[in-house]
């Protein structure tokens, strides 16, 4: 009997143990499932107690429900590609695409010396003469690694799509490859699809858990992913005019003083705005670009209400009370300029 038969029934055997352990299997049917696991092991060759046999056929810590798992992305994945594939599948394959099953000795051999040529111009960063020795490699023996390294070279380069097409490839070929995870992982991640770079970690870190990099890397996808469905967010609602707005888009002074601390608590009359919160006030930067683009800052200069503010305080007299100047219909008439004027302009 083949040592892979052997490999998956021990590690069924892994998996029903398992299963009476973590409650799936009810009390009742734990002896006759140890029985049925004794009958299996013996009727193929292999001793689950065995420290030899465990080191020989265990694929911890993997699964066979995480292999299982991956498989289903994978194929799910790849549904949409099949589709297109089948409209030419009459189509004579490609002299590149050589069976495994008929691959020679030889031509392993020399695949995996191309390999290991363009694995040196990598590490030279001669990234075109790498893809150009992975390409010939492939056209000997379609080897996943060989696909997984044109993809780390094509990353190289910024031709982040190419990557992606070539970790899926290797994952085709083999679903239980975890470094074409983190190629297809850091592929996603550049063209911005974080969603997807997340999913591509998570199903490599399935396959090898104790991996640092995958880790650091699935954390930072999160990060911009919940930055990326923030600001998705944002796009899709902008910020409205307040029921205080006037004709031509004037602010809400009242809300205007609120941000200097004008008249709120633990701020006194003058008291001195939070320059930090004004910066990130979508108000406060909406206002300022508006008067950038309608020429207020001129008008700004010139205003005589402000002019006296700057005395006022040049003078010593501190910053102005805002809810005064909310109230001041020189202000209000100044803050509608800023806006772009009156009448709806």
């Known amino acids: 009997m083949s040592d892979r038969k052997k490999q998956l029934v021990f590690n069924i055997i892994e998996f029903l143990r398992a299963s009476a352990e973590d409650g799936t299997v009810k009390e009742d049917d734990k002896e006759s499932l140890e029985v049925a696991v004794q009958c299996i092991a013996e009727s193929f060759g292999v001793d689950p107690e065995s420290d030899a046999d465990r080191a020989a056929y265990s694929i911890a810590p993997a699964s066979l429900l995480n292999l299982l798992d991956v498989f289903l992305k994978t194929k ?3 549904v949409s590609s099949d589709a297109s594939a089948s409209a030419s599948s009459s189509a004579p394959a490609p002299a590149s695409a050589t069976p495994a099953a008929a691959l020679s000795a030889d031509a392993k051999a020399r695949a ?3 390999k290991k040529e363009g694995n040196a111009l990598m590490s030279d960063k001669l990234y075109d003469g790498a893809i150009e020795k992975y390409t010939q490699a492939i056209a000997l023996d379609e080897n996943p690694v060989y696909y997984s390294n044109r993809a780390a070279a094509y990353g190289a380069l910024g031709e982040h799509e190419r990557a992606v097409e070539d970790a899926q490839s290797a ?3 083999d679903p239980t490859f975890s470094k074409a995870f983190s190629r297809l992982g850091h592929a996603q991640f550049s063209l911005g699809n974080y969603a997807d770079a997340v999913d591509a970690y998570e199903s490599g870190l399935e396959l090898d858990p104790a991996n640092a990099n995958m880790k650091a890397a699935l954390a930072t996808a999160k990060q911009r992913a919940a930055e990326a469905g ?4 944002a796009d899709r609602e902008p910020p409205r005019a307040g029921a205080g707005s006037g ?3 004037m602010p809400d002074l009242s809300s205007l003083a609120g941000m200097f601390g004008g ?3 633990g701020a006194g009359g003058g008291g001195m705005p939070d320059l930090a ?3 990130q006030n979508p108000q406060m930067m909406a206002m300022a670009q508006q008067m950038m683009a309608n020429g207020g ?4 200069m010139s205003n005589p209400t402000l002019r006296r503010m700057a005395d006022n305080m040049q003078n010593g007299g501190g910053m102005p009370d805002m809810s005064q100047l909310a109230n001041d219909p020189s202000m209000r008439d100044l803050a509608s300029q800023f806006m772009g004027g009156r009448g709806g302009q």
């Open 76 to 78: 799910a994945k790849s």
């Open 171 to 173: 994952l085709d070929r």
């Open 277 to 279: 919160s004004m910066m």
């Open 263 to 265: 008249g709120g608590a």
């Open 247 to 249: 004709a031509g888009g």
């Open 297 to 300: 800052l001129e008008r700004l």
């Open 230 to 233: 923030s600001n998705s967010v």
């Open 112 to 114: 995996e010396a191309l």
